[in-house]
């Protein structure tokens, strides 16, 4: 991965792109379901046009990525937000065409609007059951979270409204987890999917994960289907881009206390916050676990933040000032949670076409720093 691009920089594959792209719309084709990119996970807006060749639609948080989808992607716009804001209802009209409501309340103040507007509406609801463990800030159904409704919390009264239902509960999850969870949803919810349009089962399917079991995705997607009349709308963000981006990085510096440990040109905190926020250890090429190879290094970043640390990796040889090292799968909650804390400067944006060439698509400078204080 030779490149005269200077460091740090993401960089994006089209080839690995596109081969999650087609086991997307091959699912989509198969099950005859609907996939949208969860702009959450990756807002590379340069790409969207090939993103639209393989997929419905997107989704979005709010306001902006609703604008960027609507005007950058095409095709079906979907928001979901807990709470919309009054004062940006409006314009918000003029993105998307599909709006999701958190609660019978957010449903009674802007539905009828929507409604209004020739829009299609849905209520998240929460099936209480969670299928995940250790990462309990990822689990919307864990007790006292605020996202979703809740038996509980339903409004039988607000039907009429309604188009369709959505929740969201899985992360990086396989599609057993997706069926124990429809079977919850259903018993809890199924009785008012019955006239209702659509089912969106949110995001967190890992479909193109190796291991990923799609034929089970396919076969609860026809369930749905045969069940309940209604079309199935999936959106995930990671499994679109997973393992199709990298993080390139250069050593600045190298130093030993009671460790080896390399100063890279990217930071943990800055470019890559998951890693601390997860936590994970993120891949990185050509390397093995903490004493697998010779030559062990603790990897951190150049801020003055004392656990701006990457993790511990192992190395056939010394790392030496200027060495590239290449962190990978590095497209999905990266380049749109990067920050410029410390002053650091943000990762440039490279595209390496299906060809091989790599072709910068944005540098970033002082500007973008400044522009974001006062
Ligand atoms: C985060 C999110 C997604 C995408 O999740 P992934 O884990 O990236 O697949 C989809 N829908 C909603 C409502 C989300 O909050």
Redesign the pocket.
């Known amino acids: 991965m030779k490149s005269t691009i200077s460091t740090p920089y993401f960089l994006v594959d089209e080839t690995r792109l596109v081969q999650n792209l087609e086991i997307l719309r091959q699912v989509a084709d198969q099950a005859g379901c609907k996939i949208l990119l ?1 702009q ?2 990756f807002s590379m807006f340069s790409c969207y046009p090939l993103l639209r060749r393989y997929l419905a639609g997107s ?1 979005a ?1 709010g306001l902006y990525e609703a604008r960027l989808g609507k005007e950058y992607f095409g095709g079906e716009t979907h928001v ?1 937000s807990p709470a919309y804001k009054p004062e940006e209802f409006e314009e918000l009209l003029t993105y998307a065409d599909h709006f999701v409501f958190n609660s019978p309340r957010q449903l009674q103040k802007f539905g009828p609007k929507a409604k209004a507007a020739g829009k299609a509406v849905g209520l998240r609801v929460n099936p209480e059951c969670s299928t995940q463990e250790g990462h309990a800030i990822y689990d919307p159904c864990a007790p006292g979270s605020r996202l979703g409704t809740t038996l509980a919390n339903f409004d039988e009264s607000l039907l009429p409204l309604l188009d369709g239902l959505h929740f ?1 509960t899985l ?2 999850q396989n599609s057993d987890d997706l069926e124990t969870t429809v079977a919850a949803f259903e018993e809890k919810f199924g009785k008012y999917l019955h006239g209702l349009k659509w089912i969106n089962l ?4 890992h479909i193109t994960r190796k291991d990923y079991d799609r034929e089970r995705l396919m076969r609860i997607v026809k369930h749905l289907k045969d069940t309940y009349q209604v079309e199935v709308y999936l ?5 679109v881009v997973l393992n199709a981006g990298f993080l390139v990085t250069s050593v600045l510096e190298t130093l030993h206390n009671g460790m080896d440990i390399a100063i890279l040109d990217t930071s943990a905190a800055c470019h890559m916050p998951d890693v601390l926020e997860m936590p994970y250890r993120p891949p990185l090429q050509n390397s093995g676990e903490s004493g697998e190879k010779a030559y062990t290094y603790r990897l951190g970043g150049p801020t003055c933040l004392a656990g701006d640390v990457i993790g511990d990796y192992s190395f056939d040889a010394p790392l030496n000032e200027g060495d590239r090292l290449v962190f990978e799968d590095m497209a ?1 909650y990266t380049m749109v949670k990067t920050n410029t804390f410390n002053g650091m400067p943000l990762p440039a944006i490279v595209w390496r076409d299906a060809n091989g060439q790599e072709k910068l698509v944005k540098a970033f400078g002082y500007e973008d720093f400044k522009n974001r204080l006062s």
């Open positions: 969860a959450k996970a989704t948080s979901f969201h992360c990086e949110g995001g967190g399917h959106e995930p963000g990671e499994a999905l």
